[in-house]
Every structure is written in structure tokens, then in C-alpha cells.
């Protein structure tokens, strides 16, 4: 067996990998970087830009809504530090600035983290897509020459959830004229139990009568 053994031979059932910020760079990346082996292989290595993200997936060694893959850093130009992240069917669009990842006693920056958004087509009728990336990498060493924490990241892929549809759910409100404890599997009874109620003429103080409600 090899020394670093593909993660689905050796996890045990219910194990999820949700790695922090900090954990990713500091850790996993660094480690990467270093050249240090881990005893189990939970991070793929690839180039995923030669691969649309939906084909991703089936590529990591875990994840089920998140994949996390070592992505070497190539360049655009030769000469210069923008990275190519252009793949055969599409491109990746960064949506904001590089978001600094502190150290857990917040004395240091240890990281960056960028947000990208998958575009098919070329940049000028770019069509966006729900498919998400998070960049992580290690702060540069120098801002002329590539050092070595230049050389990998970190990629976090994901598809972004449909926040509509989330937000009609959560405000799907039960109206104010059933009971409180109306549910599913109630709706029946208590539709019985409405029909059960009725007006009857009831007597009031000065002898007339007045329509109140009562139970039969």
C-alpha cells in the first residue's frame, strides 16, 4: 500500500472535512509548500484549471458539498504574477480583493483568502455561473521575484446556494387563523375539529338573543 493512502480506504463512517481558514494555510498549505507528506491523502492535487468545476468533484478525495484541491500557481504571462485561470470552456472571475486570513491570537496575517466566480465563454460575453471558488494561499515573500509561497494554493470549489428560494422557505408562515400546532400531518383533524364549532342563539342579561359561538 502506498505511504499515502487515498482518504477512502482509511476514514471511518461520519467523518466530514471542514478545515478553517486558518487550518488551510496554515497547515495544509504550509505543509504542501514544505514538501512535508501528510499520513492520509484528504487535499488532491491538480491542475484544476484544465477542468470545467462541475467536473471537479469527482475528482477530490472528499467532500460532499465543498472539494479542496493543491493548485499549482501558473502564470499568465511569463513575466508576470497574474495567474492563468482560464480553463477550455470558461474562466474564473475574481469578485473582490484578497481578504487577509489572521493567526488565531490575530497578531499576524498568515494567509489570503480570494472569492472567484466561474464564467463560461471569454471574458467579453462571459455568461456567470452558480459554481464558486476560494482561493488560499500564503502571503508573498517578495513583490518582485516568485518565492516559493507563490508556487501552490488552495482551492475550495463549491456551487453557491439559490438565496431566493432559501429565503422563501425560511419565511413560509403559517396563517394566523389555524392553531399553533397545525402541521402536516394534523391538517385533517383540525379541519374536523373547525367544523366542529357553529353559532347557536344564547341568551344575554336583557333577554335577548345574541349569536355567540359553542361547542356541539
Not at 65 to 91: L, Q
Not at 131 to 151: C, G, I, Q, V
Request: with cysteine; charged share 25%.
Amino acid at each position: 500500500m502506498d505511504d499515502v493512502e487515498k482518504v477512502e480506504d482509511v476514514m471511518l463512517p461520519g467523518f466530514r472535512f471542514h478545515p478553517t481558514d486558518e487550518e488551510l494555510v496554515e497547515f495544509y498549505l504550509k505543509s504542501k509548500i514544505q514538501q512535508k507528506s501528510l499520513p492520509i491523502q484528504l487535499i488532491t492535487q491538480l491542475d484544476i484549471y484544465k477542468y470545467e468545476p462541475w467536473d471537479l468533484p469527482k475528482l477530490a478525495a472528499s467532500g460532499e458539498k465543498e472539494w479542496y484541491f493543491y493548485c499549482p500557481r501558473d502564470r499568465k504571462y511569463k513575466n508576470s504574477a497574474r495567474p492563468n485561470r482560464v480553463t477550455r470552456g470558461g474562466f474564473w472571475k475574481a469578485t473582490g480583493t484578497d481578504r487577509p486570513i489572521y493567526s488565531s491570537d490575530a497578531t499576524k496575517c498568515i494567509g489570503l483568502k480570494k472569492s472567484l466566480v466561474f464564467y463560461r465563454g471569454r471574458a467579453a460575453k462571459g455568461i456567470k455561473t452558480d459554481w464558486m471558488m476560494h482561493e488560499f494561499r500564503l502571503p508573498s515573500l517578495s513583490d518582485k521575484t516568485l518565492s516559493a509561497n507563490d508556487s501552490w494554493a488552495i482551492c475550495k470549489i463549491f456551487r453557491k446556494t439559490n438565496c431566493m428560494a432559501q429565503r422563501a422557505l425560511s419565511h413560509t408562515s403559517i396563517p394566523s387563523d389555524i392553531p399553533h400546532h397545525y402541521g402536516p400531518f394534523n391538517h385533517f383533524n383540525e379541519v374536523q375539529h373547525a367544523q366542529q364549532w357553529t353559532t347557536s342563539p344564547l341568551p344575554v342579561p336583557n333577554g335577548d338573543l345574541h349569536n355567540n359561538y359553542m361547542f356541539l
